[in-house]
Structure formats: structure tokens, C-alpha cells
């Protein structure tokens, strides 16, 4: 089994920053992709990046693309999304995803195991 700890979460504002971390254990952490997506309020979960198991690739929802950095630290286990220039369309409760078959994936079908989510909230 696999555990994902996100952390990081919390109130900003705009235009402000935050790192969001994610713990995983249970399973070789350095062979599988590791995904961030977010749902806020009222809305499906969608897409926010991906990682490669070595880290070499990373891809980016347009919506964010230019403010938010995907990384990951295969000694510690644990996958970053650092998140700038904040907006309040960036609300949302994030979520840190593993995918065991293949090397790339944006839909929620794609990914195997899920964190629990940690919320953020931008204000205006």
C-alpha cells in the first residue's frame, strides 16, 4: 500500500506564495510519476502538473504555467509544488497523486494513489 502526506496548505494572499509537500511511503517513491490536481469549491478535480519518476520532465496546466514549479526529492520521498504569484481562481483543496503505469498522465483515471488533499486559500 501507499500513503500520500500532502502539507503546506493555508491562507495567502494574492499574489503571495506557498510550498506544498508531499509524503509518500510504501512503495519504491523514485520509479513512479507523481501528479498534483486541485478541486475547488463546486467544481471538478483538474490537472496541475506532473513529474517524471527521475525528475527530468515536468508539464504544466496553462493555468499555470509560469507561476507554479513541480519538484521532487527521491532521497526524502517527497514531491514539491511550489506555488507563486497566487491568485484567488488558485483556491482550491490540492492533492498529490502516484501513477504506477506509464510515464505521463493528466486525467484523475491516470493516477493510482491519492493524498488527502491540503487546502489553500488566496484572498484577494
Known amino acids: 500500500q501507499v500513503q500520500l502526506v500532502e502539507s503546506g496548505g493555508g491562507l495567502v494572499q494574492a499574489g503571495g506564495s506557498l510550498r506544498l509537500s508531499c509524503a509518500a511511503s510504501?512503495?519504491?517513491?523514485?520509479?513512479?510519476?507523481m501528479g498534483w490536481f486541485r478541486q475547488a469549491p463546486g467544481k471538478v478535480r483538474e490537472f496541475v502538473a506532473i513529474?517524471?519518476?527521475?525528475?527530468?520532465?515536468?508539464y504544466y496546466a496553462d493555468s499555470v504555467k509560469g507561476r507554479f514549479t513541480i519538484s521532487r526529492d527521491n532521497g526524502k520521498n517527497t514531491v514539491y509544488l511550489q506555488m507563486n504569484s497566487l491568485k484567488p481562481e488558485d483556491t482550491a483543496v490540492y492533492y498529490c497523486a502516484m501513477r504506477l503505469g506509464g510515464l505521463w498522465g493528466m486525467r484523475e483515471s491516470d493516477y493510482d494513489y491519492w493524498g488527502q488533499g491540503t487546502q489553500v486559500t488566496v484572498s484577494s
Open positions: 510504501g512503495r519504491a517513491f523514485s520509479s513512479y510519476a
Open positions: 513529474i517524471s519518476w527521475s525528475g527530468s520532465s515536468t
